[in-house]
């Protein structure tokens, strides 16, 4: 996804192109390279929530790598159903057709972690990009629990998303990098495990990778209820500060 089609914003270009293409496919990475970062930040028992899944194999190697309660939405009634279908003798692993945008099936402070690999770049391509996107951040730092983290799997650069996951005063912010699989050049390997350096605007980060780094991104926001703006109420009247 190179940020060029409106397409990818739609759930009829999903649908069609589900039943088109069963897979399995994933975005970006697959769930091996993830693991040692997963591992670094969740635990086996968390309840984890995967957005926009597809029909990625992410949930299906977690659980099989001992991850105990993995959710999984999408937009996409096509490809929700084949997946309930593919994983209905895996009982650790949910499909439920739902949009991110809207949620509300899911209580406040239900997960430890919600995982997107190339859910918010999707609706980051679509029409009315910022507003969807605001809903969906919204929506995900609600359904946290306070100190959960929501790990966002990305080809945007810090220029591109970090004022974005800044607008909602919601976490504080670590960055991981991780070399593209289809990686062409000798470049310097980053290690995952080990966050960058990140100031304000994130051109620490821009500067340390130099011109076209061939990675993808991970933003591990931690969910900081101290973070939000306090609610005072005066004269009968709710204000934010
Ligand atoms: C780029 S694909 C990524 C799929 C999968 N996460 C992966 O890594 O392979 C984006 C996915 O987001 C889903 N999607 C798009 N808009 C959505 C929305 N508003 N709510 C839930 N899922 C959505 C699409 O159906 C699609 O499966």
């Not at 605001?134 to 306070?146: H, S």
């Amino acid at each position: 996804m190179t940020g060029g089609s409106h397409a990818y914003g739609e759930s009829s270009y999903w649908d069609s192109r589900y039943r088109q293409d069963p897979g399995p496919f994933d975005w970006y990475q697959k769930y091996a390279n993830l693991a040692p970062l997963l591992d670094r930040y969740i635990r086996r028992s968390h309840r984890l929530l995967l957005v926009g899944c597809g029909n990625s194999a992410l949930g299906e190697g977690m659980v099989d790598d001992g991850y105990q309660d993995v959710v999984n939405i999408d937009i996409s009634s096509v490809v929700v159903e084949a997946m309930q279908e593919k994983y209905k003798d895996k009982p650790a692993l949910k499909y439920i057709k739902m949009d991110v945008r809207d949620m509300n099936y899911f209580g406040s402070g239900s997960f430890d972690a919600v995982i997107d690999k190339g859910t918010l770049d999707s609706l980051m391509c679509g029409h009315n990009a910022q507003s969807n996107a605001t809903k969906m951040l919204g929506e995900v730092g609600r359904v946290l629990k306070d100190k959960g983290v929501y790990i966002l799997i990305t080809y945007g650069d810090p220029t591109y998303r970090l004022h974005l996951l800044r607008e909602l005063s919601l976490w504080t912010i670590s960055l991981h990098v991780i070399d593209r699989m289809e990686r062409t050049s000798e470049k310097k390997c980053w290690e995952l495990t080990d966050p960058l350096p990140l100031n304000e605007d994130g051109s620490s980060v821009t500067n340390l990778l130099g011109p076209n780094p061939e990675v993808h991104y991970i933003y591990v926001c931690t969910k900081d209820d101290s973070l939000r703006p306090q609610k005072i109420v005066k004269q009968g009247k709710e204000q934010n500060c």
